[in-house]
């Protein structure tokens, strides 16, 4: 199975900071990953799919990188909407593994 | 617009059966795309646990063993997951999905339902 390693598990950051959350593969999985935002008491909401693909609607401060066992999501300028938790997701192989994700807190 | 709802018992006996529902409207479950189950323990992260086609044709999460069943009844626009010897460990909050494909092999879960809490507890 592939593992998929977010760390840190939080970050804090202060509105209107440039901020990037890392995901890494235990081993290649081409470029067969998802970003998800997560509210608490919400279901998540996808943000990038395929690695660096926008999902339509999702604001464009919001981007992904990578490929292979190392992917990127970066916020370009923090908004107070976007205090929340980010979860990667391999779609390469089955089981379709999601990392432990990385809670985005206010300063 | 796709809309899900998941429903069912909110507290289930360990040992037993933990049977949900996911209605699905604004879309026909016959007309394609596959319906799938993710779970999250309160606290922590997501735990993907399977997948049906609107054919009937499922993959299931190996960690779940042969304890979990994924079905689709089409007439009823609705998929169910069954987990069966349920025990503390499987409480959480269960959401029901749709799986948009990009590509042969990419996809994301694009409509979530809004999750349903199931505490296992005698």
């Known amino acids: 199975d592939i593992q998929m390693t977010q760390s840190p598990s939080s970050l804090s950051a202060s509105v209107g900071d440039r901020v990037t959350i890392p995901c890494r593969a235990s081993q290649s999985i081409g470029n067969y990953l998802n970003w998800y935002q997560q509210k608490p008491g919400k279901a998540p909401k996808i943000l990038i799919y395929?690695?660096?693909s926008l999902q339509s609607g999702v604001p464009s401060r919001f981007s992904g990188s990578g490929s292979g066992t190392d992917f990127t999501l970066t916020i370009s300028s923090l908004q107070p909407e976007d205090f929340a938790t980010y979860y990667c997701?391999?779609?390469?192989?089955?089981?379709?593994?999601f990392g432990q994700g990385t809670n985005l807190e206010i300063k | 617009q796709v809309q899900l709802q998941e429903s069912g018992p909110g507290l289930v006996k360990p040992s037993e059966t933990l049977s949900l529902t996911c209605a699905v409207s604004g879309y026909s479950i016959s007309s394609g795309y596959y319906w799938g189950w993710i779970r999250q323990p309160p606290g922590k992260g997501l735990e993907w646990l399977g997948t049906?086609?609107?054919?009937?044709?499922?993959d299931y999460n190996p960690s779940l063993k042969s304890r979990v069943t994924i079905s689709v009844d089409t007439s009823r626009s609705q998929f169910s997951l069954k987990l069966r010897s349920v025990t503390a460990a499987d409480t959480a909050v269960y959401f029901c999905?749709?799986?948009?494909?990009?590509?042969?092999?990419?996809?994301?879960?694009?409509?979530w339902g809004q999750g349903t809490l199931v505490t296992v507890s005698s």
């Open positions: 049906v086609y609107h054919s009937g044709s499922t």
């Open positions: 999905a749709r799986l948009h494909y990009y590509d042969s092999s990419g996809y994301f879960f694009d409509y």
């Open positions: 395929g690695a660096s």
């Open positions: 997701q391999q779609t390469y192989s089955s089981p379709y593994s």
